[in-house]
């Protein structure tokens, strides 16, 4: 028997309708659909994933695959995540226990102090933003690969000083997800070019 863990954040009609449901209620489901990370593309590289605010949801399979089979990647393997404040950070019990392990390093920071309180004892947040940890990152660009995934403002800054740090296009996979709405290539809402986001990605090179 597998386990299905979803993330789902309330913001209208029908996450209301799932968020009054109780255990025990059926819920139909469809998918997956597109190209996901490819996993095989990573094994035996060092591995830098790099998350901003809620786009550590579609990154966290990803994480859990690299903790859970450290031993397939061939050098370390990194979690950079920014948000803007400790609020809008997930998992962060999870996270909290990756960061205490020898496995992988997990490297938070957010643009505004921590308020008191917010975040769990012993978990390890600075101040600044994903581009100030990229920076303090020791790279080898040659046997480094990247997965980002976060609001779209951010990935031409993610991108730009990769390419700065002389990264390979084709070693940068970025996560598209926020233009799908069918998920089967029908709408053209998330339409760039020539290619469907939901078909052809959601998970690109640059």
């Known amino acids: 028997q597998r386990e299905l863990n979803l993330t789902i954040r309330r913001v209208g009609r029908v996450t209301n309708a799932l968020f009054d449901l109780s255990p025990g209620d059926l819920v139909g489901l469809r998918g997956p659909y597109g190209r996901g990370f490819p996993f095989d593309n990573l094994h035996g590289q060092s ?20 903790y859970r089979h450290r031993e397939r990647f061939g050098g370390e393997v990194h979690l950079l995540y920014g948000a803007r404040n400790a609020r809008q950070f997930l998992y962060l019990d999870e996270l909290r226990e990756y960061q205490q392990s020898d496995r992988l390093e997990v490297h938070l920071a957010c643009d505004q102090p921590p308020e008191e309180g917010s975040l769990p004892a012993g978990l390890d947040l600075r101040q600044g933003n994903l581009l100030h940890l990229l920076d303090e990152l020791p790279l080898d660009a040659a046997t480094t ?28 996979y970025v996560s598209l997800e926020r233009r799908m709405e069918c998920a089967i290539g029908k709408c053209g ?18």
């Open 47 to 66: 591995l830098v994933m790099m998350a901003g605010g809620l786009g550590m949801a579609p990154l966290r399979s990803l994480l859990q695959y690299a």
């Open 145 to 172: 690969r990247f997965a980002v995934c976060g609001p779209p403002v951010m990935y031409g800054y993610i991108t730009s000083r990769l390419r700065e740090l002389q990264v390979p296009p084709e070693h940068i």
């Open 189 to 206: 809402h998330c339409a760039i070019g020539y290619r469907y986001t939901c078909t052809d990605g959601p998970v690109f090179s640059v």
